[in-house]
């Protein structure tokens, strides 16, 4: 079970107190109608599903139940950063070399 | 004597304590600190089950929790544990125990036949058996397999035992307590961390339990053992749990813990639970999980007496039971030598030493010298004598050229084999670790440690005495260090004697016997010999992956411990592959089996899912209403009169409903409060509605959709004020909307100043439904001038009911008249109990889910997750009027333009009329166009609605057909097996089509 770090509530918790939503900074349009089909289909379906680094949408649902965002490595499920909703997408390369992969 | 395998003396028993057992009913001696095991032995017992597929006699392998053979079930209060491994039953006054997988008896077994039938059994048998023919699987194989593969037979009753749970953190985890985890336990205490010590026997020490003629600190290592046990126990920062097996290592250092609690207890305290989960969250492990001793693979190596030597050594000096009164012990390593030695130091024959290697090392031919025992270098057992115990054993003299020549026979009673040593790396693996291959060990080993975890000792290939300890005091502290940051002055102490000592073997012995004749077994307890595995290989089996699922090798409860080095080393060879190419297959969790109890916990019964029930619940029960489970709620179904069947109660009360009124309970319904400057706004983005203009005091029917255009969910939405609305959402969908808002709000629109809360459990909602539905409520409504002009349909005031202050709604899912009343929950019962007994002055009706169900469908009412599947868009539905069509964006607008959303051949909504009006359709049904179609042809549509109407006296439907709108006043069909069903498709009202009925 995962041990998960809430940046509202600034403590470390069990996965069951959160949920996990995808893949995070997918902004939706903010107007849908100048969007062509293609990109509407990528905005609701296209996922990278990354093997490695990636950063998730995830809600402390059992706890303070803001949305925030975490960068993990799919492989090994070690988190290496936790930061609130609409904070800028970090820079993954350089967590990843950081963390030493 | 009664214990005719009983020593003198000696072992950790407490022999003043006789405790009388029963195996097969029959009644032996044994005493407080053995094993079932233990005991048997001490009886002379060695055959105690039949083998999984051949039905071969077995005994007792091991003496730990890698048993194979010794499965048994132990009965208590009337009911049977199966499975249980002898190796870890501690005995207790009483104590039952069977074997398993025997018929008619444990002596002579029918089943054993399979042994004879064997070239009927190879690997892949399950594959290549039951491939044909297709019917023969139901009938035939199953049933012969089930009966006669197997282990023990399934209680038959409910679990009457609790079981608990409990959630742990510490600094340091040590999971094995011989001589490494007491070392590395003591060293992390004495820094002050909090330290967790399990280990999964009853008794802590491990190895040094059963160590003769070292010491440690000049001491006896049990007495070591002891003095360090008490130590810790003293210590405020240790947690100790004997009896405890650290089954799991999941991610981010998650150790999952059973603990057995009262199982070796003859009358346990009813108050504690059978096994105890710890979930513990370790900032730092060690793994001392030691090392296994590995079975020698020649032919025969499975009759009961064959045992493993240093198990045979376990029962002598840890047990005090001798494993044979003449014992023939066949090594290619060191250390099997001492349990030679020590068994002849108590007096036993030792038959001889039959080492494989030309020159075993020259201090343990001397020793053997000295004792008299024989010694056979340079040969080998090519097979055994004897059926339900062994009686001798051939040897083979291995010859330079790679052959074996016949070696004779040598009489024994017992065996005792060690094909060297293999590291548990179980938990090392278990926590994503990949094992990396030690060539001068010749074992597989962890390699780089992905959690924060460290294997010392045996479970890394590390042997001897004064070796594990060092390693365990140096890994005790360095855990400790990493964990707090703090460090201590540790004691190391040293020892001397238990030298680690060299050699080993891997993979099938050579012999000079009949090789297609004979069985070597790699996995005894899934009956898989090393033919098994060559055969494999020739059939094209190159992965050891597949190799395991195609034989079964290493897919017993041991999970290959015992026997996956051994398969490897057979499969390479037969693939001439180097045993690196060849691969590892990975130990999952659980270590060793895990009752089911134990993940359960409390969660059975009452606590198996949470039972949500609404203020009215009491009365329906008293009132004999039946009940239907909608998600968590038990909501009431329908309430039959006397001599009324569910058709007659809800015709019944349809029909009241429509002719005076009727009272539902709708507290069910998911309700959010929205609230905020810009809570129309958020509104008007969420749902397809327009939502500006909606004046405070009305409501609106809204529509959800996700944003691919898809209905997810609807409700009447009220606007109490400019600033607060009112919104209802379906029962099953209202933590999935209330989630979805926050979605959007949190992460789209923070912008937004609005605040949303979930008041589903806020609020008790009473439905008065039917034209005299003003007057009931009237007399308890005060505050609101009721009429239908003031008060019209959709409509929404604040007001008090019976002086407690409501919402009170005028809305209809029924097309009657209709008021819905919210007061707060804890006045529900008295507001239920109170209309209840209203509308029987007007002759109306308490009504169910069923009900509500019929009258909407007459309506044409759709219910979301019924009617539509998740591919619904609000034109499929027939309603576009809910669009707002001036509106900028809303979630869906877009993905509703999509081109396959608005291409032609859509599956719409429709209703569907039987032609014979007593006819209901099935819900599910499938509609085709051709009244027979052709097998494969596919269904237009299905039917998503049925129900008989009292309003209509005839049956009606609802259904999604493909271009259904276009289709009105054309026949359809529903094949079904006794015949196919013609239908008109009609539109989705079916009473009331102008509405009339609601406006009064
Ligand atoms: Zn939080």
């Known amino acids: 079970m995962l041990l998960i770090y809430c940046p509202y509530c600034q403590v470390e918790r069990a996965e069951t107190e959160f949920a996990c939503r995808g893949e995070a900074h997918i902004a939706r349009p903010a107007d849908p109608s100048q969007t062509t089909d293609e990109e509407w289909v990528e905005f609701l379906y296209m996922r990278d599903n990354t093997k490695g680094i990636a950063a998730e949408r995830w809600r402390h649902i059992h706890g303070c139940g803001r949305f925030f965002n975490a960068v993990r490595d799919t492989v090994s499920d070690n988190f290496l950063k936790f930061y609130k909703a609409g904070e800028p997408k970090p820079d993954l390369e350089a967590l990843a070399k950081e963390a030493g992969k | 004597m009664s214990q005719p395998f009983r020593t003198e003396k000696g072992g950790r028993i407490d022999r003043a304590e006789q405790l ?25 017992v060695h055959l105690v089950g039949r083998s999984f597929k051949y039905h071969r006699p077995r005994g007792i392998l091991t003496a730990g929790s890698e048993e194979p053979n010794a499965l048994v079930g132990v009965y208590r209060n009337g009911d049977q544990t199966p499975n249980l491994r002898a190796t870890q039953v501690e005995l207790y006054r009483g104590l039952e125990a069977v074997s398993q997988n025997r018929f008619p008896s444990l002596g002579f077994d029918i089943g054993a036949v399979n042994d004879l039938l064997s ?89 040094l339990l059963s160590e003769a003629g070292a010491s440690i600190d000049g001491k006896d290592p049990a007495e070591f053992v002891a003095e360090t046990i008490a130590k810790l126990a003293a210590m405020d920062n240790v947690t100790l749990l004997p009896r405890t097996t650290a089954f799991g290592y999941f991610a981010h250092n998650y150790i999952s813990l059973a ?41 025969e190596n499975d009759r009961p007496g064959i045992l493993l030597a240093d198990a045979g050594r376990t029962y002598l000096n840890r047990y005090g039971v001798k494993v044979g009164h003449k014992v023939l012990v066949a090594t290619a390593c060191d250390s099997a030598w001492q349990a030679a030695f020590d068994l002849a130091d108590h007096g036993v024959d030792v038959a001889a030493i039959v080492d494989m290697r030309e020159t075993p090392p020259e201090s343990l031919m001397s020793i053997a010298e000295a004792r008299g025992i024989r010694v056979e270098a340079g040969c080998v057992v090519t ?25 004779g026979q040598i009489d024994c009673d017992a065996l005792l084999m060690s094909g060297g040593w293999t590291p548990t790396v179980s938990l090392y693996s278990q926590s994503r670790g990949k094992v990396v291959w030690d060539a001068d060990k010749g074992a597989y080993v962890p390699g780089r440690s992905v959690q924060k975890e460290r294997s010392a000792g045996g479970a890394k290939g590390l042997y001897g005495l004064q070796a594990t300890l060092e390693d365990g005091y140096a890994a005790g502290e360095e855990a400790a260090k990493t964990a707090t940051g703090k460090s201590a002055k540790v004691t190391y102490v040293s020892a001397s004697g238990g030298e680690a000592g060299s050699g080993g073997i891997l993979g099938a012995l050579p012999h000079d016997r009949n090789a ?33 699922r195609y034989t079964t090798t290493g897919m017993a409860t041991d999970q290959g411990r015992l026997s996956n080095m051994n398969a490897l080393e057979i499969a390479s060879g037969a693939l001439q592959k180097p045993m690196t190419d060849v691969g590892l297959t990975t130990f999952r969790q659980p270590y060793t089996p895990t009752t089911f109890g134990l993940f359960a916990g409390i969660s059975r019964g009452d606590f198996f899912d949470p039972v949500r029930k609404t203020p009215s619940h009491d009365w329906v029960v008293e009132n004999g209403g039946v009940f239907e489970d909608v998600s968590q709620w038990k909501r009431a179904w329908y309430f039959p009169k006397s001599g009324e069947d569910m058709h007659a109660a809800v015709a019944r009360e349809c029909k009241t409903a429509r002719e005076s009124v009727g009272l539902f309970d709708a507290s069910t319904l998911g309700k959010i409060e929205i609230v905020g400057p810009d809570a129309a706004e958020f509104l008007e983005r969420m749902y397809t509605n327009p939502w500006k203009k909606l004046a405070p005091g009305r409501c609106r029917y809204g529509l959800l959709l996700n944003d691919a255009g898809f209905i997810t969910d609807d409700g009447v939405i009220g606007r109490l004020a400019e600033d607060r609305f009112h919104v209802t959402t379906t029962t099953g969908g209202a933590p999935s909307v209330f989630a979805t808002m926050e979605d959007y709000l949190q992460t789209e629109w923070p912008d937004l100043d609005v605040w949303i809360t979930s008041t589903t459990e806020q609020f008790a909602v009473a439905a008065v439904q039917g034209p005299k ?24 005031k604040e007001a008090t009911f019976c002086g407690v202050p409501c919402r009170l709604f005028r809305i ?101 009329l039987t032609k014979d009006p007593k006819v209901k359709l099935e819900e599910g049904a499938q509609i085709t166009t051709a009244e027979q179609p052709a097998t494969g042809t596919p269904a237009e549509g299905h039917v998503t609605s049925s129900y008989y109407s009292p309003a209509l006296d005839r049956t009606i439907a609802l259904a999604i057909v493909k271009n259904g709108h276009a289709l009105e006043g054309k026949t359809l069909y529903v094949p079904m097996p006794t015949g196919s069903i013609p239908v008109e498709v009609t539109g989705t009202v079916f009473y009331d089509k102008e509405g009339a009925r609601i406006n009064v």
């Open chain 2, 516 to 548: 297609s004749r004979v069985k070597a077994f790699v996995d005894y307890q899934n009956d898989v010999t090393a033919k098994d595995v060559k055969l494999a290989v020739r059939e094209g089996m190159q992965s050891i992956e597949h190799i395991k």
């Open chain 2, 259 to 299: 603990e057995r609690v009262t199982e070796h207890l003859p009358t346990p305290d009813p108050k504690l639970p059978r096994e105890r989960l710890w979930q513990v969250r370790a900032k730092e492990v060690v793994i001392a999980a030691g090392a296994i001793e590995r079975p020698m693979v020649f032919p």
């Open chain 2, 383 to 407: 097979g055994t004598l004897g059926r339900k115990r062994v009686k001798g054993a051939l040897l083979g003299r291995m010859m330079t050229s790679g052959q074996v020549a016949s070696g």
């Open chain 2, 119 to 207: 070239p009927l059994f190879p690997a892949g048998f399950y594959y290549k058996t039951f491939m044909w023919p297709h019917a023969f699987w139901d009938r035939v194989y199953e049933p012969i397999i089930r009966s006669a593969a197997g282990l023990g037979k399934p209680p038959k009753n409910p679990d009457h035992d609790f079981y608990g749970n409990i959630y742990a953190h510490c600094d340091v985890l040590v999971v094995g307590s011989g001589p490494t985890g007491l070392a590395a336990a003591l060293a992390a205490a004495e820094t002050g961390a909090k330290v967790m010590l399990v280990d999964e026997q009853a008794e802590f020490g491990g190895s």
């Open chain 2, 20 to 44: 009388t057992f029963t195996f097969d009913g029959e009644e032996m001696q044994g005493h407080k600190g053995d094993t079932l095991a233990s005991a048997l032995l001490a009886n002379g």
């Open chain 2, 773 to 796: 539905a003003r007057e009931v409520i009237a007399p308890f409504i005060e505050g609101l001038d009721l009429s239908a002009d003031a008060f019209p349909h959709m409509s929404v």
């Open chain 2, 812 to 912: 209809s899912f029924t097309g009657e008249l209709g008021f819905e009343i919210n007061v707060p929950r804890r006045h529900g019962k008295m507001m239920w109990e109170t209309l209840a007994k209203e509308i029987e002055k007007h002759n109306g009706t308490v009504y169910g889910t069923e009900t509500m169900h019929v009258l909407r469908a007459e309506k044409g009412y759709i219910i979301v997750g019924q009617d539509t599947d998740g591919t619904v868009t609000p034109q499929d539905a027939g309603m576009t009027w809910a669009i707002g069509k001036k509106k900028f964006d809303f979630v869906g607008k877009r993905g509703l333009a999509r081109p396959d959303l608005v291409a032609d051949g859509r599956k719409q909504l429709v209703g569907l």
